[in-house]
């Protein structure tokens, strides 16, 4: 599918995940909660836990624009949902390969950051007694550390870039998983100015959901989630059957 210009913007996508969120706030609250109960469930499971939770991530996130796509269209929606893209057995397949993707994507990142600054942070980590951690070591983490931070803000951003819209284009399309990422790219390219806003806005979102001890984001999740889908319809489906709103 080719990517087109978005006929709205950031501020319309974001109205529309707040409608829709608001269609079942308690459901979507607890698919929420579900997913990351899921990934961190994982993280337990000692060296396989994170590769397997990379591997499924896609496909677990495909499982909650699906239901934002269900509140788009009022539908009922429920914590099943989550799992609904992995069950079907039309899309799972891509979902698992785009999660391998992902995986090779998150392995090379920590390379990348372990070669950076990742060994001295190690070393910290691993040390019982704080007192014996070298004012060598501090003084070269603390150089590292900005450079670390801006390294980890651009991967963060070449993982969106990459993934974004793959994710729905694999799970609603059934489009090949480096099909998918490379029409995420370009659709980030065509579509750079509101995209960009659209992270800013969450950048100032998440600072107020911080404040009451982090609940916040149990609201901003969702709503985040079901304003990716309306980018998404927005960007893909461009129709007369969804009212968005023209805004910048």
Excluded at 137 to 152: G, K, L, R
Excluded at 170 to 196: D, E, R
């Amino acid at each position: 599918m080719e990517p087109k210009h978005a006929k709205t913007g950031a501020i319309a996508w974001y109205k529309k995940g707040w409608q829709w969120f608001m269609v079942n706030p308690m459901v979507w609250v607890l698919l929420v909660i579900g997913y990351f109960l899921v990934l961190m469930a994982l993280q337990l499971l000692p060296f396989v836990g994170s590769l397997i939770g990379a591997i499924l991530w896609p496909g677990l996130s495909a499982g909650l624009l699906v239901a934002a796509k269900k509140s788009s269209e009022q539908a009922p929606i429920s914590v099943n949902d989550l799992f609904s893209a992995l069950a079907s057995s039309k899309h799972r397949l891509g979902l698992l390969h785009l999660g391998m993707i992902s995986l090779v994507v998150a392995l090379l990142s920590g390379l990348v950051i372990f070669k950076i600054g990742g060994e001295q942070l190690m070393l910290v980590l691993n040390q019982t007694n704080p007192a014996e951690i070298s004012e060598e070591t501090i003084q070269v983490m603390q150089s590292q550390f900005p450079m670390m931070m801006w390294i980890m803000l651009i991967i963060s951003a070449i993982t969106a870039v990459f993934f974004m819209y793959a994710v729905p284009l694999v799970a609603f399309h059934g489009v090949p998983a480096f099909t998918a990422i490379k029409s995420s790219i370009l659709t980030t390219v065509v579509n750079l100015l509101p995209l960009t806003l659209f992270g800013l806005l969450y950048l100032g979102f998440a600072t107020l959901a911080s404040l009451p001890l982090m609940l916040g984001f149990l609201i901003l999740m969702p709503v985040t989630i079901c304003a990716w889908y309306a980018s998404y319809v927005d960007i893909f489906e461009q129709d007369d059957n969804h009212d968005m709103t023209t805004m910048v």
